[in-house]
T-cell receptor
Framework: QQQVKQSPQSLIVQKGGIPIINCAYENTAFDYFPWYQQFPGKGPALLIAIRPDVSEKKEGRFTISFNKSAKQFSLHIMDSQPGDSATYFCAASIVDGNKLVFGAGTILRVKS | NAGVTQTPKFQVLKTGQSMTLQCAQD?????MSWYRQDPGMGLRLIHYSVGAGITDQGEVPNGYNVSRSTTEDFPLRLLSAAPSQTSVYFC????????????FGPGTRLTVT
């Protein structure tokens, strides 16, 4: 049973498009929601993270939108580039806990 | 800083063989963990440790053992490999209380035939 549900499984966009990846969770004890980016043959790396008391967070071209009442959050990539082609994972954690729970991942391909 | 290192990068085992995947970090992180990555299933937590001498089970611990004798090292042991353990294994570390920000190693691709 996946504690964090992620969609879509894969996504293809044209360069300059805005891919959107969605995640949903059930456990209201989660209080930190990071996104990880993984390039082929590499380990995942933290991209951006948000706490549930904030509805939006931007870092460069990456934006997280958070809807606490719906228990959903999403990643938007503005002006996407071929170099953004990677697998993206949403995740959730409890700050004082020691576990990070991941979604199933979204394979993004940005066509030039 | 080397960050999180893992050895080997690739390994092929026969069913029933045992082996140890090595993981080390040089960031003085208290928290270390092992994940397996399978297509369509994301990263699933196998075992984790909050400090030397302390380990606990994650979501998919069966068939794996861990120990943590030092802050730096966290090896993962497969006692009797099975084809279902064919996967990519990642080790990660983080500061205690900052589990959302984990630093991952480059992974070990394991095939069990």
């Amino acid at each position: 049973q996946q504690q964090v549900k992620q969609s879509p499984q894969s996504l293809i966009v044209q360069k300059g498009g805005i891919p959107i990846i969605n995640c949903a969770y059930e456990n209201t004890a989660f209080d930190y929601f990071p996104w990880y980016q993984q390039f082929p043959g590499k380990g995942p790396a933290l991209l951006i993270a948000i706490r549930p008391d904030v509805s939006e967070k931007k870092e460069g071209r990456f934006t997280i939108s958070f809807n606490k009442s719906a228990k959903q959050f999403s990643l938007h990539i503005m002006d996407s580039q071929p170099g953004d082609s990677a697998t993206y994972f949403c995740a959730a954690s409890i700050v004082d806990g020691n576990k990070l729970v991941f979604g199933a991942g979204t394979i993004l391909r940005v066509k030039s | 800083n080397a960050g999180v290192t893992q050895t080997p990068k690739f390994q092929v085992l026969k069913t029933g063989q045992s082996m140890t995947l090595q993981c080390a970090q040089d960031m003085n992180h208290e928290y270390m963990s092992w994940y397996r990555q399978d297509p369509g299933m994301g990263l699933r937590l196998i075992h984790y440790s909050v400090g030397a001498g302390i380990t606990d089970q994650g979501e998919v611990p069966n068939g794996y053992n861990v120990s943590r004798s030092t802050t730096e090292d966290f090896p993962l042991r497969l006692l009797s490999a099975a084809p279902s353990q064919t996967s990519v294994y990642f080790c990660a570390s983080s500061r205690h209380g900052d589990s959302y920000e984990q630093y991952f190693g480059p992974g070990t691709r394991l095939t069990v035939t």
